[in-house]
């Protein structure tokens, strides 16, 4: 089985930092892109940012020049470092990652990839 696993949420002030963690653990065979989408209340998911295992990234007009992704392949971890941080930033955040999960049960030994989900932080921007 695979887990996704946040940390680093809280209360944070505008214009502060926060940095987000997101380790996927498990019997996993491979991992593909790896991402943050966030909820708030009232509104649909949406995508933060992503990272492909090359390093190429993706960002929401909301946060470029804000928000950085980066990850480390070797340890299947994925970051978000959130600087001068809004109020409308508040809400929960996911991580998100494209991968696949070893098992005996398919050929390869590998399942087709799917996408998985954490179980989601909370962000709060407040003074």
């Known amino acids: 089985q695979v887990q996704l696993v946040e940390s680093g949420g809280g209360l944070v002030q505008p214009g502060g930092s926060l940095r987000l963690s997101c380790v996927a653990s498990g019997n996993i065979f491979s991992v593909n892109a790896m991402g943050w989408y966030r909820q708030a209340p009232g509104k649909q998911r949406e995508l933060v940012a992503a990272?492909?295992?090359?390093?190429?990234?993706n960002y929401a007009d909301f946060v470029k020049g804000r928000f950085t992704i980066s990850r480390d392949n070797a340890k299947n971890t994925v970051y978000l470092q959130m600087n001068s941080r809004k109020r409308e930033d508040t809400a929960v955040y996911y991580c998100n990652a494209w991968l696949r999960e070893t098992r005996s049960d398919y050929q390869g030994g590998a399942s087709p990839e799917y996408d998985y989900w954490g179980q989601g932080t909370q962000v709060t921007v407040s003074s």
């Open positions: 990272m492909s295992t090359g390093g190429s990234t």
